[in-house]
């Protein structure tokens, strides 16, 4: 257990000093963290409302947030470029981030051409019916890129770190909230980056 709980800080600890510099990103981490705990809570009583919540909301904010508003010039606090953070990432790197969001996206289209998903969902008539089937496949679309990735780091790496990976990913919104609660507050006094980050004093 003290090595699987310290394999869990140790992810932990790199995702946020690699890819957490900015303010931004923190403040839209902790919408993101917020959201999905709604979500947890949805997911025992309406999961399709939880997955909707959890991709329009949590998911989105998260990755706008990496897109858009994270510095991938070299990191001089890390001692790294943004091409080495990328590829020792243990998780969803940005590429693989692009292949699932675009997934994502493209599987409203894939519900409007065939209701049943292929034969896997039960059509719903009506445009809640749409909307419900949607929330239906884009849980299975999150569940499925957790059990994939988790599996897959079992076989490229080893089981506990996958296992470990998974742990982070389903923790991470109390986490993130624990860790990014002041990010608005730094945005307020129109600190960009964390105040600990090289970037701030540039």
Request: charged content about 15%; some cysteine; overall charge neutral.
């Amino acid at each position: 257990m003290h090595a699987f709980l310290e394999d869990l800080r140790i992810q932990r600890w790199d995702d946020h000093r690699y890819y957490h510099h900015s303010t931004v990103n923190q403040a839209l981490h902790l919408i993101s963290a917020c959201s999905f705990l709604v979500a947890y809570v949805l997911l025992f009583s309406h999961p399709a409302a939880a997955a909707l919540l959890a991709w329009l909301g949590a998911m989105v904010s998260r990755q706008v947030g990496h897109f858009f508003f994270e510095p991938k010039g070299y990191d001089v606090m890390n001692q790294a470029t943004h091409a080495h953070k990328e590829a020792i990432k243990v998780g969803y790197n940005l590429r693989r981030k692009v292949v699932l969001m675009s997934i994502w996206a493209a599987s409203p289209l894939l519900v409007y051409l065939d209701p049943t998903f292929f034969g896997a969902i039960e059509p719903m008539p009506g445009w809640k019916g749409f909307v419900e089937s949607v929330g239906l496949v884009w849980l299975a679309i999150g569940i499925g890129a957790l059990l994939f990735r988790t599996v897959q780091l079992a076989f490229v790496k080893d089981f506990r770190t996958g296992v470990v990976w998974c742990t982070k990913i389903l923790t991470d919104p109390f986490h993130d909230i624990r860790l990014y609660y002041k990010a608005p507050l730094h945005l307020l006094r129109g600190e960009w980056f964390d105040p600990e980050s090289p970037h701030a004093q540039a």
